[in-house]
C-alpha cells in the first residue's frame, strides 16, 4: 500500500484552512449517551450504553478499548448515523448530529467493523457513489486518489465480491477518507487483517494523524493501543471506566514485576524471601512479583540484605496495558452480579 495521506480539510464545510483559533478544542464530545436496542422475539431489549461521556481532543491519537460487547461499536454506529441513540447528545467537529446533521457527518469517515460491501459495484463505482452522497461534484472526486492511497488502483474495475478480506477492509477506508474528514474512525480495523496489511495500516494511521487527522480507533490488539495511542478510554459494559493519557494508564497498574541480579550464585531461595512470589533465575537472579499498592520495593531490597545477598543489579518491568485492562474489568466483573440484566 502505497503511504500517501489525502491532506485533511480542517473545515469541513468550506474546505478551506481555518484559523488554529477557529477549530474545536474537541474533535468529538459525547455526552450522557444511552442506547437501549428494542428487543424482538425471544430478544430482550439490551442497554449497551449507559450515560457515557467522552471527549477526543483535536489531533489525537485515541484508542477505545473495552471487552466483546462493552459498547464500541454502538458508540461509533452512533457518531456514522448508522444507529439511533436512545438518549444524550454528540457533537463531531462541534457540530450536533440531531440538529446540524450534514456538516457532522463531513468532518467524519468511519471504517466500520463489518465488511458491509454491496457485491455488485466495482471499487471505483462504489468510490463515486460515496463521492456524490458527500455532494462533491464529479470534477471534485478523488476516487482515484484514494484508491492509490490504499493500492487498489489494479482493482478499480473488479467487482467487490472477489475482493479478499484485506481488500475489502482497504476499500471501506478509501470510503471513509474520500471527503478528507478532520476526525476519522476506525472500528477493529485490522481484525482478521494479515501482519503486513497491519503494518501498512499503521504507517498510514500514523501520518494521518501527524497530518492533524484526529483518530478514533478500537482494537483487540492492546500491544496495538499501548504504542499507537496517545490516549485511551476503557468501556466496559456500556460504562467508561477510564479515560487517561496512555502513560498514566500504564502507571495504574498494581501488578509489578523487579528482577534483581545478585552478586553471588545462589543454590537456592533463601527461607526469608518465601513471603514473596519470587522465582529464583538461575543461577544469581531473583524475580519478584507483587501488588504495588501492598507491598514496597524498598521492603523487598531490604529482606534480600537481610537474607545476606548484595544485590549487583535490579530492573523493574512497567505495567502493560493488558494489566491494566485486566485489573479495570476484572475487579468489575467480581463486584457486581447483575450486569446481563437489560
Ligand atoms: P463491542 O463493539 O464493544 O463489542 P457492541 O456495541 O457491538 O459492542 O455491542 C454492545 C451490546 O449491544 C452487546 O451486548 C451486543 O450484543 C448488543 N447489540 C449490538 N448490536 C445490537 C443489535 N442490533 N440489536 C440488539 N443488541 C445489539
Ligand atoms: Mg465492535
Redesign the pocket.
Known amino acids: 500500500m502505497t503511504v500517501v495521506p489525502l491532506p485533511s480539510r480542517r473545515d469541513p464545510e468550506s474546505g478551506g484552512q481555518a484559523g488554529a483559533a477557529d477549530l474545536p478544542a474537541q474533535a468529538v464530545s459525547i455526552r450522557g449517551l444511552s442506547?437501549t436496542?428494542?428487543g424482538?422475539g425471544e430478544?430482550p431489549p439490551?442497554t449497551?450504553l449507559k450515560g457515557v461521556d467522552l471527549d477526543i481532543p483535536r489531533g489525537s491519537m485515541f484508542g477505545l478499548l473495552?471487552?466483546?460487547?462493552?459498547?464500541?461499536?454502538?458508540?461509533?454506529?452512533i457518531m456514522a448515523g448508522l444507529?439511533t441513540k436512545t438518549a444524550g447528545s454528540v457533537k463531531i467537529w462541534d457540530f450536533d448530529i440531531d440538529t446540524d446533521r450534514r456538516r457532522a457527518k463531513l468532518a467524519i469517515g468511519v471504517v466500520p467493523?463489518e465488511l458491509n460491501i454491496d457485491p455488485h459495484f466495482t471499487p471505483k463505482e462504489l468510490l463515486d457513489l460515496q463521492s456524490s452522497l458527500y455532494g462533491l461534484k464529479p470534477g471534485e472526486y478523488r476516487t482515484w486518489e484514494a484508491l492509490e492511497v490504499v493500492g487498489l488502483t489494479a482493482e478499480a474495475h473488479a467487482y467487490s465480491r472477489w475482493l479478499s478480506g484485506g481488500m475489502k477492509r482497504r476499500l471501506l477506508i478509501a470510503k471513509a477518507i474520500l471527503h478528507a474528514p478532520p476526525v476519522v474512525v476506525l472500528?477493529?480495523p485490522t481484525a482478521g487483517v494479515d501482519v503486513e496489511l497491519r503494518q501498512h495500516l499503521w504507517t498510514y494511521v500514523r501520518e494521518l494523524n501527524a497530518q492533524g487527522t484526529t483518530i478514533l480507533l478500537?482494537t483487540h490488539y492492546l500491544e496495538e493501543a499501548e504504542k499507537l495511542c496517545d490516549t485511551i478510554a476503557i468501556?466496559d459494559r456500556?460504562e467508561v471506566i477510564a479515560r487517561e493519557a496512555t502513560g498514566d494508564l500504564l502507571r495504574r497498574v498494581d501488578s509489578k514485576e523487579m528482577t534483581v541480579t545478585l552478586t553471588d550464585d545462589i543454590a537456592e531461595m533463601p527461607y526469608a524471601l518465601g513471603k514473596y512470589d519470587v522465582e529464583l533465575l538461575p543461577p544469581r537472579r531473583l524475580c519478584f512479583r507483587f501488588r504495588r499498592s501492598q507491598t514496597q520495593i524498598g521492603e523487598i531490597i531490604a529482606a534480600i540484605q537481610s537474607a545476606g545477598l548484595t544485590i549487583a543489579d535490579l530492573t523493574t518491568a512497567e505495567g502493560r496495558l493488558e494489566d491494566v485492562f485486566l485489573e479495570m474489568t476484572g475487579k468489575r466483573a467480581g463486584a457486581r452480579h447483575d450486569d446481563d440484566a437489560p
Do not use: W
Open positions: 442506547k436496542y428494542k424482538a430478544m439490551k449497551a473495552g471487552p466483546n460487547g462493552a459498547g464500541k461499536s454502538t458508540i461509533i454506529n444507529v467493523q472500528d477493529e478500537t468501556i456500556g
